[in-house]
Each structure stands twice: as structure tokens, then as C-alpha cells.
């Protein structure tokens, strides 16, 4: 899309779908065999509430990204367990072959939260975009994504679309 329009960005991990419109992030849970979970409300979450983007990568483990809220926050002083299950309310998991269009999710969310501020997008993107590079070309030579994958997703990164 042009004119400061966000593309939207759907990806799907290990525990869940997120989709995000550029204003909201959306957390889709799977059911049992990852049918969807008729009970299973979506999770939704607007920029304007998210505090913080939670970020592992994939490696020998899954990685997950986290979207941190003030409620999450604010439920550690109820104890482990309400912020234990605040936390992976907003956490998903996700293998490396899936890294590439999570980190693309994490720079877009970082960068909508920080526009939604008026701050600037926050100082380690460039060097997150960096390493983020550096993972996908390691990823192609280990053969886990292809090298047509590996140019996708760095042009998104850069912010070619």
C-alpha cells in the first residue's frame, strides 16, 4: 500500500496466527490439531496499548515474540501466576523457518507504537534489521528458507514492500 498505508501482516507460529492492520494486533490460538479453537476468542490488542515488543529468536528452541502491556505489567503484583498467564496471552511461538515474517511483524509493531508516541522508532531497529539480515542469510545457507525467501524478507525489512 502507498500513502503511509501498512501493508497487513499475517503470519502464522507454532501457538497462534497474529495479524496486524497497522492499528491493531491480532492473536488467533489454534485448537487441537491446529484447527481453530471455536471457544478460543480472539486476542486483540491496539498499538496504543502495547508497551513493549518481547523477542526471542529461533534457534535450537522456539522463538517467540511478546507483546507487553501495562495490564501485564500491573498483574505482577498478583503474583507469577496471573503474570505468567498475562504474558503468554500476548506471547507467541514460532519455528526458524517462520522467523522471517515475525521479525517483519516485530519492526512494523515497534515502529507503529513509537509513531502512535510521536517518538522516533526506537534506536536498536537499525541494528535489529542488521542481525535480522544476518539470521535470514544463515538460514539460507543451512537450507531452512529459500534464497527467493530469504530476498522477501529483507525487502520487507528494508521497507521495500
Known amino acids: 500500500m502507498s500513502g503511509g498505508m501498512v501493508d497487513i501482516i499475517d503470519v502464522k507460529g507454532a501457538s497462534g496466527r497474529i495479524v496486524f492492520d497497522g492499528e491493531q494486533v491480532t492473536i488467533f490460538r489454534g485448537g487441537l490439531l491446529g484447527r481453530p479453537a471455536s471457544e478460543a476468542a480472539p486476542h486483540r490488542l491496539h ?14 528452541t522456539r522463538g517467540f515474540i511478546r507483546f507487553e502491556t501495562e495490564r501485564g505489567r500491573g498483574l505482577a503484583r498478583f503474583g507469577r501466576d496471573a503474570a505468567r498467564e498475562a504474558a503468554q496471552e500476548g506471547t507467541v511461538t514460532f519455528r526458524a523457518r517462520q522467523q522471517p515474517g515475525f521479525a517483519e511483524l516485530k519492526v512494523a509493531v515497534e515502529r ?4 502512535g508516541r510521536g517518538d522516533s522508532p526506537p534506536a536498536d531497529t537499525a ?10 542469510s544463515h538460514l539460507v545457507q543451512s537450507g531452512a528458507i529459500t534464497q527467493e525467501e530469504f530476498r522477501q524478507a529483507k525487502s520487507r525489512l528494508l521497507g521495500g514492500g
Open 47 to 60: 498499538i496504543s496499548e502495547i508497551v513493549a515488543v518481547g523477542w526471542r529468536p529461533a534457534g535450537l
Open 112 to 115: 507503529a507504537v513509537a509513531a
Open 127 to 136: 541494528a535489529t534489521t542488521t542481525e535480522e539480515i544476518a539470521r535470514l
